[in-house]
């Protein structure tokens, strides 16, 4: 995990709250991504971003809104969380199209 | 829409067992595949990256071979050890910096 932090690692919240959860990456890498993990789906793109201010949706995108103001930071926030957002999520990067993905530790996100 | 496929779920083998985990992929137009190790509770690592071109990639005891018109790859273990013990992702991306699409993984527990 050496050059991509996530934080909070760990968060309980209550349904109906806003949630913000951090990557930051020294890298200089150019792609970052939001994953989320869930038994039974596997790793699920939510939304990524190819540049500072460049970002685009994936999968399963609905609730959730991102921001990338620095190549070094990308943000993820639920406007309004829901128990089914109860998961775990990734953040990952990568300097191009060649090279392989690194993954933060996750962070466990659990919406009561 | 890519849908990756991976079998078995789960695979229980005595250490020092020659394994295969595979994987398979609807749309055979892609630009790389990469296999992924996950440990319980942390993020993923990049175990091999094999570019479309390539038929296959070795690192150590890890041989993972593709072939694209089939839609399929494997990851073969040697010699498995203990500490071989963990989930195994693939994912494959189909245009450079574009979204990778993930299996659910293979749960591979070497015994003692």
């Known amino acids: 995990d050496a050059g991509i932090t996530q934080s909070p690692r760990h968060k309980v919240t209550e349904t109906g709250t806003p949630v913000t959860l951090r990557c930051h990456q020294t890298?200089?890498?150019?792609?970052m991504y939001w994953y989320r993990q869930d038994p039974g789906h596997g790793l699920r793109l939510i939304h990524y971003?190819?540049?500072?201010?460049?970002?685009d949706k994936g999968e399963v995108s609905d609730g959730y809104s991102v921001s990338r103001s620095k190549t070094e930071d990308f943000l993820l926030t639920l406007e309004s969380a829901t128990s089914s957002q109860t998961s775990v999520y990734f953040c990952?990067?990568?300097?191009?199209?060649?090279?392989?993905?690194?993954f933060g530790a996750g962070s466990r996100l659990t919406v009561l | 829409k890519q849908e990756v496929t991976q079998i078995p779920a789960a695979l229980s083998v005595p250490e020092g067992e020659n394994l295969v985990l595979n994987c398979s992929f609807t749309?055979?137009?892609?630009?790389?595949l990469q296999w992924f190790r996950q440990d319980p509770g942390k993020g993923l690592t990049s175990l091999l990256l094999?570019?479309?071109?390539?038929r296959e990639q070795t690192s150590g005891r890890l041989n993972a071979s593709l072939d694209k018109s089939s839609g399929r790859s494997t990851l073969y273990i040697a010699a498995s050890q203990p500490g071989d013990s963990a989930t195994y992702l693939c994912?494959?991306?189909?245009?450079?910096?574009?979204?990778?699409?993930f299996g659910e993984g293979t749960q591979l527990t070497v015994n003692p």
């Open positions: 890298e200089n890498h150019r792609y």
């Open positions: 749309d055979s137009a892609i630009y790389n």
């Open positions: 094999i570019q479309s071109s390539q």
């Open positions: 990952a990067s990568r300097d191009s199209g060649a090279n392989v993905l690194t």
């Open positions: 971003s190819y540049g500072v201010k460049d970002t």
């Open positions: 994912a494959v991306e189909e245009t450079s910096g574009s979204r990778l699409t």
